[in-house]
C-alpha cells in the first residue's frame, strides 16, 4: 500500500507530525521491536493515533517508510560492489550489512521475511532492487568458481535471514556472533 502522503507536499505541521511519527517509530521499534504498540508510538510523538495512519495506515507501511532508505543503501552497496576484484570477499561484505541492518529492530528479520513471498505487501516492493543486486553479487561469484553452484539466492538469503534471527535472540555482542555465524555459512558456500 505504501505511504497515502507519497507524492503530494505536506502542509509544514503535517511534515512535523509525519517527521516526529517516523523518528519515534524508529526509537521504539529499536527499544521494544517491530511489534510496539502504534498507540505508544503516536503517544511518544504527541499525536493522536488518527493522526499516524493518516500518515501511515498499516504497521507494515510504517516500516516501509523506516525500511526503504536502508534497502535503497543495500542496493547501492551491491552495485558498488560488483567492481569488486574478489567476487565472493564483496557477496561476504554486502551480507554483512545486510544481516546488520536486519538486526536493527528486534522481529524485524522474520517481519521481512514474511513479506517475501507476499507480492501486495507494501515492504516486498522496497526491497525488491535490494534484493535483486544480493542475487547479482551471488551470481558473479558463482561465475568466478569462488561460490558453489548448486546454490541458489533462495537458500543464500534465507540463511542470511537465519543469521539475522539467531543474533536478534542473542543480543548480547550480536555483531561477534553475526561475524562467526556468517564466516561459518561462507565457508560452507566456498567451492573448495
Known sequence: MGDPTAGRPLRADARRNRDRLLAEARAAFAEQGVETSLEQIAGRAGVGIGTLYRHFPTRESLLEALLRERFDALAGTAWDLRGHDRARDALFRWAREFVASSMTYRGLAGSLMATLHDETSALYASCHAMREAGA?????????????????????????FGVACACERMPEEAGVRADRLLTMLFDGLGTR
Not at 547479482?136 to 542470511?160: C, H, I, N
Open 136 to 160: 547479482e553479487l551471488l551470481a558473479r561469484a558463482q561465475d568466478s568458481g569462488e561460490v558453489r553452484p548448486d546454490v541458489t539466492w533462495p537458500e543464500v538469503l534465507g540463511a542470511l
